[in-house]
């Protein structure tokens, strides 16, 4: 398969489970927009260049961060704040594995519903003092999806739930690969109400559950 932003260097640590914080960072401040609302070099990657993030935390921050509204023609429910190498990963997550495998279902896909992108923190419910991914522009969660009907399918409800608990599994499974770290339901408790999806790169490759 195809990885966007794959690289040879590896990271020698294994990735945490995290729980979603319950408050958002602040909007760090947007520089001159792209030509045609586009970023990372991709026409389908909608969104503002933002001024570099420096962190609060030894650790956090992102260089040439972006805030993104639209992946591949599906909208964010709220902007997110990534790194460019993150917004590939979703652009190609949503083009090649979110739409196809929710099809014509609902009349097809329409939003992904967002809940934390970039968050300068530790990682939560462990006992690690590493920065979390959120902190360093390289994660982001999602809770569901909405189609074009106007109908939400999330996580949280439809997991073990007929054709949309078989599209989440999919999504889930699809994107192992084009991100570093995938959790979900299958993870722990902390994540039975979302995906967490962040491109950190180990040598042992992508680590799912």
Request: hydrophobic share 35%; glycine share 12%.
């Amino acid at each position: 398969m195809e990885v966007p932003g794959g690289s040879p260097l590896a990271v020698l640590r294994s990735p945490r489970p995290e729980r979603r914080p319950t408050t958002l960072p602040r909007t760090p401040a947007v520089i001159a927009p792209s030509p045609g609302g586009s970023v990372c070099g991709v026409a389908s990657i909608k969104g503002q260049n933002l001024a570099s993030i420096p962190g609060t935390l030894p650790g956090c921050g992102v260089t040439n961060p972006v805030r993104i509204t639209e992946v591949a023609g599906v909208r964010l429910s709220q902007a997110a704040t990534v790194d460019c190498t993150t917004a590939k990963a979703l652009e190609f997550w949503t083009r090649k594995i979110a739409i196809p495998t929710v099809g014509r279902t609902g009349g097809g896909l329409a939003r992904i519903n967002v809940v934390v992108s970039y968050n300068c923190r530790k990682r939560i419910g462990t006992r690690s003092n590493r920065i979390s991914e959120h902190g360093k522009g390289r994660a982001i969660d999602i809770t569901g999806f909405t189609m074009r009907n106007g109908e939400t399918f999330t996580v949280l409800k439809h997991w073990n739930s007929g054709t949309y608990g078989k599209i989440l599994k999919l999504m889930h499974k699809g994107a192992c690969g084009p991100f570093g770290t995938v959790l979900g339901p299958r993870a722990n408790a902390a994540h039975r109400d979302h995906f967490h999806f962040d491109t950190a790169r180990y040598r042992s490759g992508s680590y799912c559950r």
